[in-house]
C-alpha cells in the first residue's frame, strides 16, 4: 500500500460489481493496511457501481453480504469496526449492512444519515 505523504483521508472504494472473495481479500487487506500505516487518518469505505440504484446501499442485498464476510474476516482476525478509524457515514452504513444501524433524519434538511446504534450495556 503506498499512500504518499501524510493523508488527512483514505478512501477505499469497494468495486460493486466484483464482490468476489478476491476482492473481499484485497478491501480487508488495504484496510487493515491503511489501519497498520497510517492509524491517525480517518478511512472512508465506499462502493461504486450502485449510483443509478435507488437504493441505499444497506437495501442491497449483494452488498450486505459482502460487508457481513468483511467483517466476518476483521472478526477472524481479532479485529472489530472499532479498531479501525472509519468515517461516521462508513460506519453508519457498514452497520445498516450489519442490522445494528438506525436511521435519523436531519430537521432542517431532511437527508437520512446512517448511525451506529451502541448496544445498551446491563
Sequence with gaps: MDIPGNPDLIWIEIDGKDLSETHLQYIAGTANGARHYHPDVDIML???GFDDD???LWEVPA????VMRLLA???GNGLKPADFRFT???LGWLM???GVGEIRTDPVTGKRRPLFKKPARH
Excluded: G
Design 46 to 48: 465506499t462502493v461504486s
Design 54 to 56: 435507488p437504493r441505499d
Design 96 to 98: 445498516m449492512c450489519a
Design 73 to 75: 474476516l476483521f472478526h
Design 63 to 66: 452488498v450486505c453480504r459482502f
Design 88 to 90: 461516521q457515514d462508513t
